[in-house]
Nanobody, 126 residues
Framework: QFRVVESGGGLVHSGESLILSCTAP????????VGWYRQAPGKEREGVSC????????HYADSVKGRFTISRDNGKNTVYLQMNNLKPEDTAVYYC???????????????????WGQGTQVTVSS
């Protein structure tokens, strides 16, 4: 059983958009930062974005800046990753992760996170 669960992945064409969601069924994300990671076949898992518990602080990998937007609705216990202008190189399994702290201070380190979701597949065709 996973503390956090992702949804929203799928198959799109290059240039199209997707929105991923991360929630914690039966639990609360309000007090915690949330990060998004992705892992493409044969590659290491890489940090994509992070949002602090308050939503005031956001961070992005250089490869997605200007195309992806992270946000949260604490009333709905959900964190979103809006992905625009998708490219084939964005194809990966996307993971939601919870560091169990409110800050994104160490967001690009895998060991920063206490909980991971099962992942959702995003495939972008050219």
């Amino acid at each position: 059983q996973f503390r956090v669960v992702e949804s929203g992945g799928g198959l799109v064409h290059s240039g199209e958009s997707l929105i991923l969601s991360c929630t914690a069924p039966g639990d609360s994300l309000d007090a915690y930062a949330v990060g998004w990671y992705r892992q493409a076949p044969g590659k290491e898992r890489e940090g994509v974005s992070c949002i602090s518990s308050s939503g005031d602080s956001t961070h992005y990998a250089d490869s997605v800046k200007g195309r992806f937007t992270i946000s949260r609705d604490n009333g709905k216990n959900t964190v979103y990753l809006q992905m625009n202008n998708l490219k084939p190189e964005d194809t990966a399994v996307y993971y939601c992760a919870d560091p169990f702290v409110g800050s994104c201070a160490g967001w690009q380190g895998l060991l920063y996170y206490a909980y991971w979701g099962q992942g959702t597949q995003v495939t972008v065709s050219s």
